[in-house]
């Protein structure tokens, strides 16, 4: 509900409605009246869990509504001047400073957010006031790490280490976004070296090992977070929409506190690609996990029990005015290009400034300056990182930029009203490859133009996308087309599509049409396919009908079906399982299939000679609905054959289904070119698998 609110007061900034605003203050009248006498406010404690103030910091959610009650209170003061709201955060924001800090509660808040809106309340306050929420707000991050009198919980909340020793990304993602964010503000506000160091350490960490092309963030959906370097699965990516929130929230704050024309890049890759796929063109459905490959089972919904991603998007997209333009000084910052007009206060006086642009559609920016008398400053306008030449034109000059990697180019001069400055950006389709380590994304190619990202849905390629290669050298052009999804640009080529499997091994493969969207307008048709990564060898392809499928090491691990929430990498990871339960590894599971038969296999880049097979079974009893299989059988196929054999087990092995244990079995070696599990559910049950090896023969 604060996050509806601030989005609400953000829109009211712009778009004046009477009747919204009525509604917002009856829902602030309600809110005022749920408060304590002493100012605490959270009306699940209240009215469900009286007992219970304070007493689960580290999974309750009190100090993290808490930070949204009072970034909606700023807002909204601002957007109307009344101060109903605000006075309520002040009033709750006391009692926690009453309650929080040195010799009182030591626990900084389990889920961040109430860091950083201390920070934000601070602005809006007498001193005095100021000064007091800037100390709990530095307070609550440096308690991060330490277990003087408390006990700390842990990387999930990035409550493993002092934040000043902090050197890489890590737990929860929406969390660690949060917490940057609040790092970042104190970092600006005192210049502590310390902070500045392990933010910077961080972020390269988060950019260069662990962000997909799209901007997302937090592959896993186990923890919601971070694995390790280079794990970027693109069918099972969680990327939640409120991580890539976070993220450009906290390159916002970056950008602000240095300059640097690199954290813009990455606001703008947030915006127009993992963050903005988080709803669709109607503006009624959500994503909350935003993958880079779909079966054609990922779909957007109208809302979710846990609703933060939904109203993320409420408050962060009316606020984008707030970061297209910044000034220090006499510098004016275009940070961001899109339609929009404004005034800045600059030293030397108050600058009105205009863009008209079809932005990220095209590369021509139109810029408009007015000033009531001349005046003597520097526009600065961002180069992307992306684009490798610029041209720039004032009434001047015409000048060229050539450069690789974000930079800002610095129109200097005395300004008079009416000066205008065209700005034109190179957009050439652009192959992105990834760093070779990206198991997932090795032998395959993305495609972007300016900062958009695009992929191929099944609905423009023939019912199927991920059965598409891209060769190298294959020409790939862009078309702006108004009729398709609102208005957009399109990619079309040629790309091959494999057919069946050759006599040697090899694929024969046709020739077909390639049609690519822009990344965040995915799945606002008809459901099918999707893929951001195209292979470029048929080779590497699917052949359609293919199930879910893993290459590593020369094995290729397939199976009947894999839940986009998990992972086929998991069957062959080398983690070890603590008990079948184990939710912190990764896994994979036939969820959400009940009751079926299915199956799991490993094809060999060459023959294996084996005798052993061990697996671990995933099953979640008391939290999920994954069991132990009521049967299962392996089977391997010959190297001239294509049909499966069950193996023929030592007398001392049996298939056996239990818990948190490996299942060995033993049996005459064969000569595989390929291994399969066949497995039979439970009725009304799935199951899944932590790790399966397969063992050779003496």
Known sequence: VYKVLEGIAYTLRSVPDPELERRADAIIAKIAAAQRPDGYLNTYVTLKRPDQRWKNIRHGHELYCAGHLIEAAVAYRHATQKRELFDVAVRFADLIDREFGPGKRLDPPGHQELELALLRLAREVPHESAQRYRRLAAFF???????????????????????REQREVA????????LYCAMADLAALDGDPQLVEALESIWRDVVERKMYVTGGIGPSASNEGFTVPFDLPNDTAYAETCAAIGMALWNQRMLLAGGEARFADVVERELYNGLLSGVSLCGERFFYDNPLGSRGDHHRVPWFDCSCCPTNLVRYLPAIGERIYAHRGDELYVTQYVGSQAEVRLDSGTVGVRQETEYPWSGRVRIHVDVERPMRFTLRLRLPGWCRQATVM???STRSYRRRGPAWIDLARTWTGGDEVVLLLDMPVERVYADPRVEADRGRVALQRGPVVFCAEGVDNGGHARNLALPRGAPVEARFEPGLLGGAVVLRGRALAPESSGGDGGRRAREVELTAVPY???????????VVWLPESPELAELPGEGA?????????SASHCWRGDTLAALLDGLEPRSSGDHDLPRMTFWDHRGTREWVQYEFASPRRLAGSAVYWFDDTGRGSCRVPRSWRLLWRPVESDAWQEVRLDPASRYASERDRYARVGF?????????LEVELQPEASAGILEWRVEGAP
């Open 171 to 178: 737990g929860h993602a929406v969390r660690a976004m949060y």
């Open 394 to 396: 004032t009434s001047e």
């Open 141 to 163: 991050v440096d308690q991060r790490g330490s277990a003087a009198g408390r006990e700390p919980f842990g990387e999930y909340a990035q409550d493993h280490l002092p934040v």
């Open 520 to 530: 965040h307008l995915w799945d606002n048709r008809e459901g099918g396919e999707m």
């Open 668 to 676: 005459e070696p064969v000569e595989a070119a390929a291994l399969r």
């Open 549 to 557: 499928a893993l290459e590593r090491d020369g094995v290729r691990a």
